[in-house]
């Protein structure tokens, strides 16, 4: 009965070893990301970046123009011309 304690010592004094490299490895690994954070945020280049990304938005309101808005009813318009102009369609 008295092997109890000391095995529960035992355990308790692991755990605590553990705790403190736990802890150890936690601070090592906040610094590594800290200053991994700072060498992107240092070497990102923000002017392409933001080139992209205004080039992107562009893009993606001409292709919403004509594909649902109103250029969509101008390009049916001009098809819808050309075929009666094609087949001879007077209007």
Not at 47 to 73: D, P
Request: hydrophobic share 40%; glycine share 4%; no cysteine.
């Amino acid at each position: 009965m008295n092997e109890f304690p000391i095995l529960r010592l035992e355990l308790d004094r692991m755990k605590q070893s553990m705790l403190v490299a736990l802890a150890d490895y936690h601070v090592s690994l906040s610094e590594n990301v800290r200053e991994q954070m700072e060498k992107i945020i240092s070497e990102f280049d923000y002017e392409e970046e933001v080139g992209k990304a205004t080039t992107e938005a562009i893009e993606e309101a001409i292709n919403y123009y004509f594909k649902y808005g109103n250029g969509r009813v101008v390009i049916r318009e001009a098809v819808q011309e050309s075929f009666d102009k094609s087949l001879g369609v007077i209007k």
